[in-house]
């Protein structure tokens, strides 16, 4: 049977004969994508952990000019078709009398309800076990039509829910994440065979991709949808190329949705390769401008393996100015930042305010020049 997807290439219109609904739901899909937006939100967004309300310092703060919102899965949705808002309700509503904008994240995946999980077992769906950071770990393979219907379903209560909010700009959209909402495609050698063992093709994973961008941008035609993307591999492991599946799923989505789709990279580090990233994963970032944005690898402050330093130590607030101006760099829109930075380096978050608006070039204000030494004051997630 031929493929309903066409990566790389424009959407092949469909020459078959049409149904009535079949055009009804064409016209409805289509009317949605022509939707306008307003230029996409610029500047920090802090970053809080799951179901952790943000900080009143960081709503005071004017450098910060949004929350990125978090919440798993489980905790929304404790069971199927049974809905917890309170917790996005609220700081939604925060974020709103605050003035800030948000940027609404679940925890999908790895954050997933046990009841989905059963789901899946008992419709005879396949699973992927792959060794997650030393904890061997299962998932349903990406596109399991069990887990997609699930997940489909639960974000159109979502966007029911809040689409109309007007403090919500942008939506996290993902597919392609066995670890966190960051692009994450076990791809060791083991985790290969593995995929071949479950029938792996970089169609079945661009096909569920659409799925869930299409039901993403459906459900909330009054926001920006963001896609983390990332690399499957060396050239042959799973894909034609590393970001075959990735680039694929932004030309498509962006063919179908026009203006909707941010692009983004949740790795943003001191190390990552200089703009424009020719021949890396991050040439892609470079190639989706205007409409990209970045989230920090982790938090600088307090992190004594310094991970978004390759491992070097130094100041926290230079790795994260060092970081923030590699952002910029980019073009990136907006750099989401962990509230542990927001919190404990207020001046790299003025300036990345100010260098993300434009209102200053990259690295005028010169990073602080200090010894490296264990941070003090520590200001945890609360």
Request: charged share 15%; with cysteine.
């Amino acid at each position: 049977m031929p493929s309903r997807f066409n990566p790389g290439r424009t959407p092949i219109p469909f020459s078959g004969r049409l149904t009535l609904r079949a055009l009804i739901v064409l016209a409805w899909t289509f009317a949605l994508s022509q939707v306008t937006l307003a230029e996409a939100p610029r500047g920090v967004f802090s970053l809080s952990p799951a179901g952790v309300h943000a900080a009143d310092t960081v709503l005071s703060n004017p450098s910060v000019d949004g929350l990125s919102i978090r919440q798993n899965w489980s905790d929304l949705e404790p069971s199927e078709g049974v809905f917890d808002w309170d917790f996005l309700d609220s700081e939604v509503a925060r974020a709103a009398a605050a003035g800030k904008n948000v940027l609404l994240r679940i925890n999908t995946q790895f954050a997933r309800p046990a009841w989905v999980t059963i789901a899946v077992a008992k419709a005879g769906g396949v699973f992927f076990s792959f060794d997650k950071d030393g904890i061997p770990t299962t998932i349903p393979v990406f596109w399991d039509p069990t887990f997609l219907a699930k997940k489909k379903a639960m974000i159109a209560a979502l966007g029911k829910h809040l689409t109309n909010n007007e403090a919500i700009k942008i939506v996290w959209t993902s597919f392609a994440n066995a670890k966190s909402e960051d692009w994450s495609v076990p791809h060791t050698p083991e985790d290969v065979a593995n995929w071949a063992a479950v029938d792996y093709t970089s169609e079945k994973l661009l096909e569920a991709g659409r799925e869930i961008i299409d039901a993403t941008m459906a459900a909330f035609p009054n926001q920006y949808v963001t896609l983390a993307v990332g690399g499957n591999g060396p050239v042959g492991s799973l894909d034609p190329d590393p970001s075959y599946v990735a680039r694929n799923a932004v030309l498509a989505s962006r063919a179908i949705w026009p203006g909707r789709l941010i692009v983004q990279k949740n790795s943003l580090a001191t190390y990552n390769p200089p703009a424009p990233g020719a021949g890396t994963l991050s040439q892609l970032l470079w190639d989706s401008r205007p409409d990209i944005g970045g989230q920090m690898l982790d938090a600088c402050y307090g992190d004594t393996t310094y991970r978004n330093n390759a491992g070097v130590p130094d100041d926290p607030a230079v790795i994260l100015h060092k970081s923030i101006d590699l952002g910029v760099s980019y073009g990136m829109n907006y750099i989401e930042i962990y509230q542990t930075d927001v919190l404990n380096l207020p001046a790299e978050i003025s300036y990345a305010h100010d260098a993300l608006l434009g209102l200053v070039p990259p690295a005028m204000t010169p990073p602080p020049v200090t010894t490296p030494k264990p941070p003090t004051g520590l200001q945890l997630e609360p």
